[in-house]
């Protein structure tokens, strides 16, 4: 089968000698039923995993074999309470991350049920309705107003086709199709009547392709926050599997019980594995789900929360996502002796309101805004009405007065143009038409003619227009303050593109999609383009820079057309990938792209360090919104764009999406502050007990002080969740080396604190057994303050924001408890109120200690650029 742009190159009869079918005729029953086993079924197939194999895998990794290994020890010495614990945790990773898989599944399922699901096809020489997935190349269909086009064609019969095709490709308005052209699978027929052949069916179909890519960024998708959670777990298991083969070497060269030795590892084990490190970090995500919600935004993928926070470049669509996917009426531009009300009523009188035509609903809004123009137009009644067709390109309604009839007329300016007979007229309206297009406008000339014969008179032109939505600006201006790059992607016309980049302040210039080509010629439209303006310039020295501009970029275009069906010579050289991502990196954003460019900018960014947000709202950025690290689709978005989405917004505009940012940082301050704990609670337990085991042989606290110590960490965590956060103003990602740093600092600090408490109780001859329940003590109160430490980063701990009720009062009590527990000595010896103050003071001088030494630390990785910057930090999570 030949290839989309092979049978666009081709005439009628070329393609149809191409796939071998007579257009009276069709395929045969027989020939059909061949080519179906050559080409398969007219639908899009993936390889789905089994359901078996896909919670299987779940099971497997880093953190669930940290865990899996704390459930098997703790069965194996009858530790259940432990064992069903570890177990539920377990499990409830599994199914969130199974959950967001089924997310991500629902995607191509949605996009494979827009398909069209039945066809009008000739075979055998009559028509016949068949399911559109039994379509293979070479069947002739028939496509009527209202159709879903079951698969790419080439038309060849009829009058004309308007056909829909904005959620593929992004243009803003119907396209009027020929016969000879080519219209894409899953369009939608708003007008017109014709006779197609199959070009494309299935995976092969410009649609397909888009589905392809959606199931690509599927497979290739793990987010920044997985990556982040596996180095944690990494790390925490070569410590701690370091230091249980170091008890267990020490034990058994002094001879200690082998049952005591594995029944201390075993709860050392527990102590160091995180078990609860994915589950709360999803509940903190989900808390912000929950927020975000409150805003009309729902988030179908929990780990995107954290990839907004990271986000420094965001993509986003034009047509229905910066703008409003409906035109509006511009200033018209008037003939001598006509007004600007003129203009609008006789277009009206040449419109059917009942058409809901995209450019003559504006026409119409416009006329009832006008005192006394609604009756004025219902006075009128036509006689006769021609509607537009591609041939003539104009509408026509011929109106019957006592007086003498009226004939209007409204279509393409230069259709209108030629029926009027003013040269000078002519001439200035040529100029505002290319001014027009210039900006990006489309534009309606509108004539009128007196009497029975005789040429139009001109009356003037409307410019219509995709106008921004209300926020978009607002917006932009919102995101760049947050450190956020913003660019525009977009199917639709170059110069629109512009238009609207510059009304919304999008900074850079806004490109074809053919400059990411790694084939472009640069160098010789570069020549081009300097000579034609030029040569144009002198030829013409008269004309206006805008006239100048336009011709060159016309020449230029010719030129790179050309060039495209010309084969390079061998000492072509092609850009380097780096080339075009600083071309994209550069710029303000692409015109005319297809679902493969976007995937494509995406996706170069990525690999070049960047974290990357698309919003959308198109089947045709279905497939760049799974790609992206975070996906928006907007209001009113197509099932597939909402489907392939990490956010969904339910309301108009889009403030919510810089309100989801700062809620990003906020969440991502909450997790990254949760990880610092964990990682320093469990370094101060292990690195102290193992220490003392092997250099003092004792035991610092007992098996059930640790269960304790465990259970008393763990209860406030989760109220985390709920505290307050710093919104920062540069996006923020996981630096590992940041996170490990800070953490081990203050897990040494606490091993040293440690040290010094148990140093000074040997020096006053207390018992081993009161030394115990003194260190857990210490371990309890100065554990909980670790908390204050890591949630305000690298400032000191008094600083705004004030830690949440929600997560004081649960850390306060713990405390309290741990407290009364070691005061009054439950499971352990008392300790009594005057060394319980003891504690409390020596535990808050370190705690002023360590919150000094942490911000001395911070500023020590700044001096020497351990903190990299946003070229380096996908290094630190990989």
Known sequence: MAKKSEFENLSISAALDRLGVEEARGLSAEEAARRRGEYGDNEVREKEETLARRIAKRFWGPIPWMIEAAAILSGAVGKWEDFAIIVVLLVVNVVIDFRQEASALKALKTLKDKLARSALVLRDGAWSEIPARDLVPGDIVKLRIGNVLPADVKLLRGAYLQVDQSALTGESLPVDKSPGDIAYANSLVKMGEMTALVTATGQNTFFG???????????????????????????????????????VFTGIFRGD??????????????????VALPAVLSVTMAVGALRLAKHQAIVSRLVAIEELAGVDVLCSDKTGTLTQNRMRLGEPETAPGFSAEDVVFYAALASREENNDPLEIPIFEVLKSTPGAVERHAARIATNFIPFDPVRKRTEATFEDAS?????TKGAPQEILALCDDQSVAEAMTEHVERF??????????????????????????PFFDPPREDSAKTIEDAKRLGIDVKMVTGDNLAIARQIAEILGIEGEIRDHNELKEDR??????????????????????????????????????????????RPHDGFVRRHESEIVRLIEQTGGFAQVFPEDKYMIVDRLQKHGHIV?????????????????????????????????????????????????EESRMIFGRMKSYAIFRISETLRVILFMTLAIVVFNFYPVTAIMIIILALLNDIPIMAIAYDNAKIETKPVRWNMREVLTIASVLGLAGVVSSFLLFFILEKLHFSRDLIQAIIFLKLDVAGHSTIYLARTGERHFWHRPFPSLKLFIPAFSTRIIGTLVACYGLFMTPVGWKYTAYIWIYATVWFVFNDILKVSVYRMLHRTKWLLGREHAHELID
């Open 209 to 247: 392709a888009t589905v392809a890519l959606v199931a690509q960024a599927q497979k290739q998708q793990r987010s920044h926050f997985q990556k982040a959670v596996v180095n944690v777990g990494n790390y925490l298991i070569l410590i701690a599997g370091a230091m249980i083969v170091l008890i």
């Open 257 to 274: 019980p082998m049952a005591e030795i594995l029944r201390f590892c075993l709860v050392l084990t527990v102590a160091s594995i995180p």
């Open 404 to 408: 003498e009839p009226l004939i209007v």
């Open 437 to 462: 297009a210039h900006k990006g406008y489309r534009t309606l000339g509108v004539a009128l003619r007196k009497g029975g014969a005789g040429p139009f008179t001109f009356v003037g032109l409307l």
């Open 521 to 566: 010629p640069v160098e010789l439209l570069l020549i081009a383009d300097v000579v034609a303006e030029a040569l144009y310039g002198r030829l013409k020295p008269e004309a206006p820079a805008d006239e100048v501009r336009a011709v060159a970029d016309e020449i230029v275009d010719r030129l790179e057309d050309k060039l495209r069906h010309v």
């Open 613 to 661: 947000a698309m919003t959308g709202d198109g089947v045709n950025d279905a497939p760049a919104l799974k790609k992206a690290d975070a996906g928006i689709a907007v209001s009113r978005a197509t099932d597939a764009a909402r489907a392939a989405a990490d956010v969904v917004l339910l309301a108009p505009g889009l403030s919510v999406i810089v309100r989801a940012l």
